[in-house]
């Protein structure tokens, strides 16, 4: 089994870095191959929407620090992606991410009934941590991404939302959203 992490925090010891270990250890990912990559440690650019990966090359024509990242995810069997949620959107630093996605799509992703290029069976964890307290106020910014994975191709996708995180630690003050990560991330085992 081979898992990887993609973090669009860019604080090293954040929470949603502690939650994405948290599901590593639930997929039981001990042991086996993990690769994670803190994007804001990356020297990583954005979508240039130059199509090359539309036509000219079968993935993204740019050679940074992210292509080995998505090539990473290519080649595993889970994906887990957590970003907090700066000013009512994901980090910039995880949209780079989301949009060099784009190049896993096929040139006719637009009326390909399967339009991604990843191999089927591949699964898929999406955690956002918040410091509003109210989950419910990004759930459309949630379906929105796992929309978008869901049409690259992931077969199983999961989404959870971390809310009312202050910078405490979340393992020690918040069980109660480790336990929903734990659980979220235990469902891709059985699909």
Do not use: W
Not at 34 to 43: C, D, G, H, Q, Y
Not at 49 to 67: M, N, P, Q, R, V
Not at 165 to 184: C, G, Q
């Amino acid at each position: 089994m081979s898992v990887v992490v993609v973090s669009g925090s860019p604080r090293e010891t954040s929470n949603a870095g502690l939650l994405a270990e948290v599901a590593v250890k639930a997929i039981g990912a001990q042991g086996s191959e993990v690769k994670k990559f803190v994007i804001n440690e990356l020297a990583a650019k954005g979508c240039q929407a130059c199509y090359s990966c539309k036509g000219k090359t079968e993935f993204c024509a740019i050679k940074d620090d992210l292509t080995h990242a998505l090539s990473s995810v290519t080649n595993a069997d889970y994906v887990i992606f957590v970003t907090p949620i700066y000013i009512g959107e994901i980090t910039a630093q995880a949209k780079i991410f989301v949009d060099r996605c784009y190049s896993l799509f096929k040139p006719d992703f637009k009326t390909n009934p399967a339009p991604g290029r990843l191999a089927p069976g591949k699964k898929f964890l999406l955690i956002f941590t918040q410091g509003n307290p109210d989950a419910t106020i990004y759930q459309k910014n949630l379906q929105s991404y796992l929309g978008y994975f869901k049409r690259l191709g992931f077969q199983l996708v999961e989404g959870v939302v971390a809310a009312g995180l202050a910078k405490e630690s979340v393992l020690e003050t918040r069980p109660d959203l480790v336990k929903k990560v734990e659980d979220a991330a235990k469902s891709l085992l059985q699909g």
